[in-house]
């Protein structure tokens, strides 16, 4: 019976021994898991770190195109200056071709006003005209007066001799 009892006491101690290592060996078990949630976590981890990468990523993104968008506002507003400055330059060609129109209408001016200096030298040119057919006129009648004096003195003459010769045949 010792001997028996001896065993079962080595038994029982195995028994005690293999239950403390299933103890050991489910507390291990339960490491494992803790461990196998840890990765879990581990990974999530780094599934969130990449996430915040792809955000970063996505606001150099969003920072390059506001500054895109910037550009472009710059470059809408240099074509808004630069229909300015062609509307500019056309007004520029208008005041230039109403230069010109005022110059024409200068030269205009004064070509009228020398047109009018003529005009006005013509009407004297022909007063003087009338003046030279009077003068002309009078000339002519001046003839015919110192004609008709000559005439009578002719005849004043003839008067004498006339009354000369009565006088004679008296």
Do not use: F, H, Q, V
């Not at 969003?62 to 895109?68: F, G, R, V």
């Not at 056309?90 to 005041?95: C, D, G, N």
């Amino acid at each position: 019976l010792s001997l028996i009892d001896t065993e079962l006491l080595m038994l029982s101690l195995i028994l005690t021994e293999l239950l403390k290592l299933s103890l050991i060996l489910t507390e291990l078990l339960k490491l494992s898991l803790m461990l196998t949630e840890l990765l879990k976590l581990s990974l999530i981890d780094t599934e969130l770190l990449k996430l915040s990468l792809m955000l970063t990523e996505l606001d150099k993104l969003s920072l390059m195109l506001t500054e895109l968008l910037k550009l472009s506002l710059i470059d809408t507003e240099l074509l808004k200056l630069s229909l300015i400055e062609t509307e500019l330059l056309m007004l520029s060609l208008m005041l230039t071709e109403l230069l010109k129109l005022s110059l024409m209408l200068t030269e205009l001016l004064k070509l009228s006003l020398m047109l009018t200096e003529l005009l006005i030298l013509s009407l004297i040119l022909t007063e003087l005209l009338k003046l030279s057919l009077m003068l002309t006129e009078l000339l002519r009648l001046s003839l015919i007066d110192t004609e008709l004096l000559m005439l009578s003195l002719i005849l004043t003459e003839l008067l004498k001799l006339s009354l000369m010769l009565t006088e004679l045949l008296k």
